[in-house]
């Protein structure tokens, strides 16, 4: 879960409030905001993935994250 955080702030997304056991982030250029549950860990795949297709990015922008 951390790791993910770490990935949206990498990428200039902002918490911007928790409500509910779930945390919202966004940015400006965003239609929507990337929801989180903070009470899932860890985040299953498929939450991940709309997230990241809500940024606009892919798996492969995840991984390469994750190789720096």
């Not at 990498?10 to 929801?35: C, D, F, Q």
């Not at 009470?39 to 994750?66: A, Q």
Request: avoid cysteine; glycine fraction near 4%.
């Amino acid at each position: 879960m951390n790791e993910f955080r770490k990935f949206l702030e990498y990428h200039g997304m902002r918490l911007i409030r928790t409500s509910s056991g779930h945390e919202v982030w966004s940015k400006a250029n965003l239609l929507r905001p990337v929801i989180l549950q903070t009470h899932v860990d860890p985040i299953p795949i498929f939450i991940v993935k709309n997230n990241l297709r809500t940024m606009g990015l892919t798996m492969k922008d995840l991984e390469d994250y994750f190789l720096l």
